[in-house]
């Protein structure tokens, strides 16, 4: 059902407030002030955590347990802070609220349900300051306005949109959990494709490599330091900075602005940049084991925290790109990672030189690439109408709220 089929009330007034419009006749516009008391939550220590209990609500969200509440539910707990800055929750359970939330304490009879709905609609994350982290000021909370319909229809709204909105959290969640399964089995294809090859009638060897298994019987495993050489020519400046990422491999850009300066003041000595060339492999030496490898295409210079692999003979790079991110082989990465805790660990070019890899004929890594490249434009197709969809229904989601808050729809009874 279209937000425009549902009925209208009978008559309207200015609201005086630019995100409101106009309400209907019947129905009061206040300040938030005169519902709700705005109150910052507790800092708690890291050692009053517990692995169960009451939930922190902070950070990022629920950030972990302690084993005691400083919020009776339900309440309204609003973020104040970071990226939770001007998220609204109604709270149904005791929790603790910590120093990046606001407690919403109720002054007046208000259905709480009804008053998280349409702070919601006020979007408070655009009155945030805007310093090293948004930051959420209780004062321009507890003045902005809202529309105040009679108790009972306070209730009746905020049921109805109890109901939809559950009804379109779940499409959502469903949408997203297709998501997932599509990249699982865009991952698996592709696993299969660069570790067995693509004629399933292939004869099959054991490659004598436990993590590898059984691999087509005329294909080789070699140890890297046989396929590749470490390089560390320097770079110079007329060439684009490239960087690795574990979700893309290596970019075939020039760093953005702010990138390059981050990078600059990391690094002053530019010249200990290294040079790179298309059919390179680079990696990430802090992030190898979390897939921050890639072949490069473009010739340019990478971190000299990164390593350069250059092939030996010719190799097609993007095969060997495919292999590396699996997860199989990064977890070979991972193994062989020098550091006593992951953000210390560190894969040398020693350590990544002895990992054993496969080695198709060099036609055969051409006709992988051109196979995963297939599935992953079919695959990443499917995702973008997903992802579409669930943008359109948080969109539809939010133009609901909005519109019952305000006002501009009359609910209709909940058996409908």
Known sequence: MTIAAYPKYESYRDSQVDWIGSVPTAWDIKPLRRFISVQ??????????????????????????????NTRAPIILIGRVGALCGNVHLVQEDVWASEHAYRAFPRSEFDLS??????????LNRFAIRTAQPLLNSTIVHAQ???APPLPEQRAIAAFLDKKCGKIDEAVRIKEEQIRLLAERRQILIQQAVTRGLNPSARMKDSGIDWIGQIPAHWEVRRNFALFRETKTPGNADLPVLSVSIHRGVSKEELSEEENIRSIIKIADRSAYKEVKPGDIAYNMMRAWQGGIGAVHTHGMVSPAYVVARPVNYLAGDYFELLYRTPAFIRQ?????????????????????????VLPPLVEQGDIIQYAKMISDKVGSAISIKEEQISRLKEYKTSLIN??????????????
């Open 333 to 357: 990465m991972d193994a062989h990672s020098k550091g006593i805790t992951d953000f210390r660990k560190r894969l040398y070019w020693d350590d990544f030189r002895g990992l054993m890899t």
């Open 403 to 416: 519109a019952a808050v305000t006002g501009k729809i009359r609910v209709p009874n909940l058996q409908e």
């Open 114 to 123: 009804f008053l998280a709905y349409a702070i919601e609609s006020i979007d």
């Open 145 to 147: 306005k809202v529309a």
């Open 40 to 69: 910052s939550g507790d800092v708690i220590s890291k050692e009053a955590e517990t692995p169960e209990g009451y939930p922190i609500f902070g950070g990022n969200g629920v950030r972990g347990f302690t084993s005691r509440s």
